[in-house]
């Protein structure tokens, strides 16, 4: 069964930095592109980046480039995401997905993370 | 970019009903689009793929249809655990997702 578990989440301030990570368990991870999807509470869902399967193929949404890095380490199954420079509108609850495919291209995300909530405020 | 515009907002419905969603494309995506469903606090399910390739497990009530820019999620006859807020997801050029339909109990 395919298991993924974000933490790292939290309080932070603006303009500082937090790193969020994605275990992951229950199937090849290095067959698999990942990506980060984030959700305001109570609002709806948006894409903020993928990775393929080797990480040399980042893609990022506009509203995080330049400020956020994401990554991953096939040898510890664990996806990452750095965020600097953070803003109060980048407070959300933050999913790792699955893709259903190594994301040579695009591709839909078939299996989920429960989540963690950061917060970005003074 | 490609925007997504899915409609209603908001659908009130009764167990047994007929429901449909749809999702518009600012462009063309082919059939490259997702549906899912999330409840509240939890992690979204996909239902749907490639417009209307149903995910394993998911009942087959569940359907879609559409192809270009315009798209449907139909639930053939609404039951208590289809109470839930659902989004389409463009992934043909990159990742757009819907507004999402949050449907209700009328």
């Known amino acids: 069964e395919v298991h993924l578990l974000e933490s790292g989440g939290g309080l932070v301030q603006p303009g500082g930095s937090l790193r969020l990570s994605c275990a992951a368990s229950g199937f090849s991870f290095n067959i698999y592109g990942m990506g980060w999807v984030r959700q305001i509470p109570g609002k709806g869902l948006e894409w903020v980046s993928t990775?393929?399967?080797?990480?040399?193929?980042?893609h990022y949404a506009d509203s995080v480039k330049g400020r956020f890095t994401i990554s991953r380490d096939n040898s510890k199954n664990t996806l990452s995401l750095q965020m600097n420079s953070l803003r109060v509108d980048d407070t959300a609850v933050y999913f790792c997905a699955r893709a259903d495919s190594g994301l040579v291209t695009f591709d839909f995300f078939d299996s989920w993370g429960r989540g963690t909530l950061v917060t970005v405020s003074s | 970019d490609i925007q997504m515009t899915q409609s209603p907002s908001i659908l009130s419905a009764s167990v047994g009903d007929r429901v449909t969603i749809t999702c518009r494309a600012s462009?063309?995506?082919?059939?490259?689009l997702a549906w899912y469903q999330q409840k509240p606090g939890k992690a979204p399910k996909l239902l749907l793929y490639?417009?209307?390739t149903l995910e394993s497990g998911v009942p087959s009530r569940f359907s879609g249809s559409g192809s270009g820019t315009d798209f449907t999620l139909t639930i053939s006859s609404l039951q208590p655990d289809d109470f839930a807020t659902y989004y389409c997801l463009q992934y043909n050029r990159f990742w757009t997702f819907g507004q999402g339909t949050k449907v209700d109990i009328k």
């Open positions: 490639k417009v209307s």
């Open positions: 990775i393929n399967t080797v990480g040399d193929r980042p």
């Open positions: 462009q063309s995506i082919s059939s490259w």
